[in-house]
């Protein structure tokens, strides 16, 4: 099987449940070839994950490593344009509008990712035109076959129009290739990229 370094990985933090600070995590990630760093720290107060966030974006300077802050409404996106962000992770449901307003914030370049647990949720993530989509969950919790997991997998990626589809939920180094494999455009997780089995994803098997 030919290497998947060319999918696209996306690292979401979780400072409380890594072995070693997050900014040697954040180097570590950068240096490593990362695409996408998602800051989701949900119990810092706005103060506190501004700070966090110019600390990450010091990290990855110089670096083609993209900083995405999970915010929960687009008002936010303001905190995260402080900070230096290349842009955003709405959480919760996707809604009609919500990119638009924060590229008023940001501007047209900045990136906007949302979560979808359904091919309704691409659905709305299409006609907002997000730049990419977190599908979960794919191996872990709810994933039925038709709804979630590889085949929920398979008719997101096929439904998002050309957007990136990332996979999330349960994804290893051993089961991404079929992520790959369902049309993923790229990985992402807290676990897998708390150690280092991310690491051996661009080697060929």
Same mark, same amino acid.
């Given at each position: 099987?030919?290497?998947?370094?060319?999918?696209?990985?996306?690292?979401? $933090?979780?400072?409380?449940?890594?072995?070693?600070?997050?900014?040697?995590?954040?180097?570590?990630?950068?240096?490593?070839?990362?695409?996408?760093?998602? &800051?989701?720290?949900?119990?810092?107060?706005?103060?506190?994950?501004?700070?966090?966030?110019?600390?990450?974006?010091?990290?990855?300077?110089?670096?083609? $490593?993209?900083?995405?802050?999970?915010?929960? $409404?687009?008002?936010?996106?303001?905190?995260?344009?402080?900070?230096?962000?290349?842009?955003?992770?709405?959480?919760?449901?996707?809604?009609?509008?919500?990119?638009?307003?924060?590229?008023?914030?940001?501007?047209?370049?900045?990136?906007?990712?949302?979560?979808?647990?359904?091919?309704?949720?691409?659905?709305?993530?299409?006609?907002?035109?997000?730049?990419?989509?977190?599908?979960?969950?794919?191996?872990?919790?709810?994933? $039925?076959?038709?709804?979630?997991?590889?085949?929920? &997998?398979?008719?997101?990626?096929?439904?998002?129009?050309?957007?990136?589809?990332?996979? &999330?939920?349960?994804?290893?180094?051993?089961?991404?290739?079929?992520?790959?494999?369902?049309?993923?455009?790229?990985?992402?997780?807290?676990?897998?990229?708390?150690?280092?089995?991310?690491?051996?994803?661009?080697?060929?098997?």
């Amino acid at each position: 099987m030919c290497s998947i370094r060319r999918m696209q990985l996306c690292a979401i $933090t979780d400072r409380k449940q890594a072995a070693q600070s997050l900014l040697s995590l954040v180097e570590g990630w950068s240096n490593g070839g990362v695409h996408f760093i998602q &800051l989701r720290e949900k119990d810092l107060d706005p103060p506190a994950l501004e700070s966090l966030a110019r600390k990450v974006r010091e990290k990855i300077e110089g670096s083609p $490593t993209k900083l995405l802050v999970n915010i929960s $409404t687009p008002a936010s996106a303001s905190l995260a344009l402080a900070a230096g962000a290349h842009g955003v992770h709405l959480a919760g449901q996707p809604r009609a509008g919500a990119a638009g307003n924060v590229r008023r914030f940001f501007g047209e370049e900045a990136i906007v990712s949302v979560p979808c647990h359904s091919l309704e949720d691409v659905a709305v993530a299409v006609e907002e035109k997000v730049d990419m989509i977190l599908f979960s969950p794919v191996f872990e919790k709810l994933a $039925t076959s038709l709804t979630h997991g590889l085949e929920g &997998l398979r008719r997101a990626s096929a439904a998002a129009d050309g957007i990136p589809v990332f996979a &999330l939920g349960g994804v290893t180094s051993s089961n991404a290739p079929a992520c790959e494999a369902a049309g993923a455009a790229g990985i992402a997780g807290i676990r897998l990229f708390a150690g280092d089995d991310w690491r051996g994803l661009g080697t060929a098997k």
